[in-house]
């Protein structure tokens, strides 16, 4: 088995994705067909070669029109519908997703139908497809308070219906602070909601020690610039703050200039916890396999580290502590099975969540 097809098969779990840049080339064509909205192609194959990463302009424009399809919440079931196909065909067994229904609010969307809707998918693809999948609906930074208050009320909601585990921030970190957005963090975790935050991606290490001490970040999305501060380094490592890093995203995005120079390796050397992620895959054209073979390539990792990472990601997760018990003692069967028949050995995963003796 090579390692390619065993990183496919390795059971695993993606916590930073985002709903609309998840969005299939065929997810885009037929919710433009139902909506009579035109497109830049007409097909998959036009729409595929449309999607490929040019550059930040061009990407905010797919962006866009992958959100401006949403029209009804008929449209995100089938979009949850969709990407739940994709995860179980990665065999990512549980997701935390980034959503911004602040934008479908400000198109004038039924956002609270629009929960019903993904709340029905969401239990369809795990009864059907044992694929479990929780969102963090997105405070955006550069739109303000505006859409901030909504979306805190949407994801208090969705938590209540045990949906949505916690409050994201999004949106343009070099040019707008996250102090304004204390406030909707300490009422997101006064109903039981967790915290997490992009930063450290497009700005350095100030804008993740904003998202801890302002916003109470519980995880970074992306944090991979804190490499820049050793006293960040010790004190992301101290408490244990994951990060969520999606490679792939870093390099198009010019975070990194290329896989040599990313600092996933020497974050993960000096302690910290970091996760693998696709961010937006369809825009990325890329997929968890695709990201966890480019940082074996890159470094020579071995399945054991391979598979330790897509059980950190567990313990990385907002699922409640039973849950990820039974997550990572399931996965941990998977791998053992995995491995004996593929490579004819076991893989020695001590010390790693669901362990025995831990
Ligand atoms: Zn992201």
């Known amino acids: 088995m090579s390692l390619a097809e065993f990183v496919r098969a390795l059971p695993k779990v993606e916590l930073h994705v985002h709903l609309e840049g998840a969005m299939a080339p ?21 729409l595929r070669e449309w999607f490929r990463f040019r550059d930040f302009d061009h990407f905010v424009q797919v962006y866009l029109a992958c959100s401006a399809v949403l029209r009804d919440p008929e449209d995100f079931a089938l979009l949850i519908a969709e990407f739940a196909a994709d995860q179980e065909r990665e065999n990512i067994r549980y997701s935390e997703i980034h959503f911004t229904i602040g934008t479908h609010w400000q198109n004038g969307l039924p956002i609270d139908e629009i929960l019903e809707a993904m709340e029905e998918a969401i239990r369809a693809a795990e009864r059907q ?12 930074r550069d739109v303000g308070s505006a859409t ?25 970190e070099a040019v707008c602070p996250s102090e304004p957005f204390a406030g909707h963090f300490e009422e997101a975790r006064r109903h039981g909601l967790h915290c997490v935050a992009h930063a450290g991606e497009h700005a350095g290490p100030a804008s993740v020690l904003a998202v801890l001490d302002a916003c109470g970040a519980e995880r970074i999305g992306h944090g991979v610039r804190a490499i820049e501060d050793a006293g960040l380094i ?28 990313h600092p996933f390796d020497r974050l993960r050397r000096a302690g910290l916890e970091v996760s693998v992620n696709t961010d937006d895959p369809a825009l990325f054209d890329t997929t968890l396999s695709r990201e966890y073979l480019r940082l074996a390539e890159a470094w020579d990792y071995t399945p054991e580290v391979l598979a330790g990472l897509a059980l950190a990601a567990v313990g990385h997760s907002f699922l409640p502590d039973a849950g990820k018990a039974a997550l990572a003692a399931s996965m941990r069967e998977e791998i053992a099975t995995l491995a004996e028949r593929h490579l004819g050995r076991p893989l020695v995963l001590q010390g790693l969540l669901g362990a025995p003796g831990r």
């Open 26 to 46: 065929r997810t885009l064509l037929e919710l433009a067909r139902r909506r009579r909205i035109s497109l830049p192609a007409a097909d998959v194959a036009g």
């Open 129 to 140: 497809r044992g694929v479990v999948l929780r969102l963090i609906p997105d405070i955006v």
């Open 148 to 172: 901030a208050d909504p979306t805190l009320e949407w994801a208090i909601e969705g938590h209540e219906r045990g949906i949505v585990v916690a409050l994201g921030l999004t949106g343009r």
């Open 234 to 261: 010790e004190r992301l490592r101290a408490g244990r703050t994951p990060l969520e890093v999606c490679p792939t995203s870093n390099l198009l995005l010019g975070v990194a200039p290329d896989l040599a120079a």
